[in-house]
């Protein structure tokens, strides 16, 4: 299994561009949730998903938005890139009945 | 200011020194975890402790849950360089998926 996966691992944005970053999972896991790492912030959450099909907001879903079409993937797009968004974000899945989570190595993002 | 506090922010220990990382909940805990995370890569689960008096050990590190005081407490016995990353506690809240996480605590271990 290749675990979690995340796309691209560093990314240079300019403000006002948009773009997707993309997480996929192979464990067929129900939960996925994106974070976002911030110094001295820990890490907050952006939205989740508790199924293809449903996704619900976490505690910082502003100029996110998220789709799960897909048990496997759980693409986050940035709408309109500023310069608050300059982050490492990390995609997590685990299983319904499980409380491990399994987290990506993370996305290393700059907006200019 | 945050729902989780971790203490200390930072940590400098000579190897084979003892630890403690302590995590403080303003919220009543349902769950509790402690993470792993090595520099500029993802989270590592360590072990999640849900009851009160609750102690569980994962290796040389041994976390216990105090649910009267909303606290937990994260003990590496006999530090190695191997120990070395940033701690991460996390709650689950009642809603279920929403998990919110401490700051970290910085853990550096001097050979």
């Known amino acids: 299994n290749a675990g979690v996966t995340q796309t691209p691992k560093f990314q240079v944005l300019k403000t006002g561009q948009s773009m997707t970053l993309q997480c996929a999972q192979d464990?067929?896991?129900?939960?996925m949730s994106w974070y976002r790492q911030d110094p001295g912030m820990g890490l907050r959450l952006i939205h989740y998903?508790?199924?293809?099909?449903?996704?619900d907001q976490g505690e910082v879903p502003n100029g996110y938005n998220v789709s799960r079409s897909t048990t496997e993937d759980f693409p986050l797009r940035l709408l309109s890139a500023a310069p608050s968004q300059t982050s490492v974000y990390f995609c997590a899945s685990r299983r319904a009945n499980s409380y491990e989570q399994y987290f990506g190595p993370g996305t290393r993002l700059t907006v200019t | 200011s945050q729902e989780l506090e971790q203490s200390p922010q930072s940590l400098i220990v000579q190897e084979g020194k003892n630890l403690t990382i302590n995590c403080t909940s303003s919220k009543t805990l349902y769950g509790l975890y402690w993470y792993k995370q090595k520099y500029g890569e993802g989270l590592i689960f360590l072990m999640m402790?849900?009851?009160?008096?609750e102690e569980k050990s994962h290796e040389k590190i041994t976390a216990k849950l105090d649910e009267k005081k909303q606290q937990s407490s994260l003990h590496i016995t006999a530090s190695q360089p191997s120990h070395a990353g940033i701690y991460l506690c996390?709650?689950?809240?009642?809603?279920?998926?929403?998990?919110?996480f401490g700051a970290g605590t910085r853990l550096t271990v001097k050979p």
């Open positions: 996390g709650a689950d809240r009642v809603s279920g998926n929403d998990m919110r």
């Open positions: 402790l849900q009851k009160g008096g």
């Open positions: 998903s508790v199924g293809a099909g449903i996704t």
């Open positions: 464990m067929n896991h129900e939960y």
